[in-house]
């Protein structure tokens, strides 16, 4: 006690508990009247610890501020803020350091923005922002204003990714040749040849490898979520979003995205665990005590989309409620359970090569995932042409044999060889389409 007595002697006088209030009032202040410039300056003083400025754009998305992807012909190294909206810093993209920002800020600066990848590289120098930066400047979204007309999200940086090697060669190309003091015989270096013509064969990345990519790159994902893809669905089955949650006894479904757990020794030995999850509409924290947590232990992992049955009880602590979970469930599991089926348009069967070659593509497929008489029914909706040349539509529901799994990777598997249109899971109560 006499050594605690002598430390508030000067720890906690009244000057120190001044000059605190003093600076609370201040940021407080700057955070009720410039919302944005407040939230970049606080994001760029933590710009190089990911999990708090992850933290922060989670305040920023409550107070209503628009966050603006890193752009390459906009964005500083520090994060920005005006007209309530936040502009992402380049400096906080992960293998983005200060000497490859200040490269491309001052290329940026003497000949203005940039057109395309091929200029990009060619005017930013390639010893400071080489293959590996661009890459990540590329998955972080600061390169998608290069997309031309028609292009997503999705095809502009999957376009990049594959133009990326032209671009780099054409950049060291024309470089040599500059050192060297040659010049093409129509005054400049030509560019790299096949880029515009990839624009139409490159296959659009997914959204979730477009959303991996984010996350491998910013620490979060910024223009999109995992769980988009399935609220459709989840809906479809009845399960409320986290904002809608009211207490209701036990049996009750809630999904999310897992954000983070706590795992506590509990008095009797075992352990208990503590989920949080995110469904964009909100947050919520899942109680898994003893044996609940045990059983369900492997497939608990941060990043991953869980269903959690249990009880919706009230938070008098926090206020709104929480849940005590006595099952987990994977995507996958919830779809078994719903007994949907597998719907796919496989096109019209002309001739008998048509029907071979739709059996081998969707044996292909189909294989991986196969769960004789345990999994979900495939039905599949064929057009054949009659004697006259009709066309005739049928439904084909394959034998139990041909049950299968539905997962993501299947789904993807039959997407990318029918078209995403003509696959769908179908419930007896309502219909979601993936």
């Excluded at 120190?16 to 009720?32: E, M, R």
């Excluded at 292009?151 to 054409?170: I, K, T």
């Excluded at 999904?255 to 208990?272: F, K, P």
């Excluded at 503590?274 to 003893?290: M, Q, T, Y």
Aim: hydrophobic share 45%.
């Amino acid at each position: 006690f006499d050594l605690m007595e002598k430390f508030a002697g000067y720890a906690f006088n009244k000057s120190h508990s001044a000059t605190y209030a003093l600076i609370s009032f201040q940021t407080a202040w700057l955070k009720t009247h410039y919302r944005a410039e407040f939230m970049a300056a606080t994001m760029s003083a933590d710009m190089q610890n990911i999990d708090k400025v992850v933290t922060l754009v989670d305040e920023a998305r409550r107070m209503g501020l628009a966050l603006a992807p890193p752009c390459v012909n906009r964005s500083a190294f520090r994060f920005t803020g005006a007209s309530g909206q936040v502009m992402y810093g380049l400096g906080a993209v992960r293998g983005v350091g200060e000497g490859p920002v200040a490269a491309l800020v001052e290329a940026r600066t003497e000949s203005g923005p940039f057109l395309d990848l091929a200029d990009f590289c060619s005017r930013v120098d390639a010893r400071k922002a080489n293959r590996r930066v661009v890459e990540a400047l590329i998955r972080a979204g600061a390169l998608d204003v290069f997309a031309v007309d028609g292009e997503d999200v999705n095809h502009v940086r999957a376009r990049l990714l594959s133009e990326l090697p032209d671009a780099l060669q054409g950049a060291e190309q024309a470089a040599r040749t500059l050192a060297a003091g040659m010049t093409d015989l129509f005054g400049e270096v030509a560019p790299a040849q096949g880029a515009s013509a990839r624009r139409g064969v490159v296959a659009p990345l997914s959204t979730r490898e477009r959303l991996e990519g984010e996350k491998e790159a910013l620490g979060l994902f910024l223009t999109g979520h995992p769980i988009e893809a399935y609220l459709a669905e989840l809906g479809a089955l009845g399960i409320s979003r986290i904002a809608d949650l009211r207490p209701r006894r036990a049996g009750q479904l809630v999904a999310g995205w897992v954000v983070s757990q706590r795992i506590l020794a509990s008095r009797r030995g075992g352990e208990n665990c503590f989920v949080e999850i995110d469904d964009r509409s909100g947050r919520i924290e899942v109680a898994l005590f003893g044996d609940a947590f045990e059983t369900h232990r492997a497939l608990i992992t941060k990043g991953a989309i869980l269903i959690f049955e249990g009880d919706i009880q009230p938070d008098e602590a926090g206020g709104g409620v929480k849940v005590r979970g006595e099952r987990v469930l994977r995507i996958d599991d919830l779809r078994l359970r719903a007994r949907g089926e597998l719907r796919v348009e496989v096109g019209a069967l002309l001739t008998s090569a048509d029907h071979e070659a739709i059996t081998t593509r969707l044996r292909r497929c189909l294989e991986p995932a196969r769960r004789p008489h345990t999994g979900c029914a495939v039905n599949l909706l064929v057009r054949a042409r009659g004697a006259e040349g009709h066309f005739a539509e049928g439904r084909v529901r394959l034998g139990p044999d041909w049950q299968v799994t539905p997962s993501d990777d299947l789904l993807e598997r039959l997407r990318a060889e029918f078209g995403s249109e003509r696959v769908r899971l179908a419930y007896a109560a309502s219909e979601a389409s993936l």
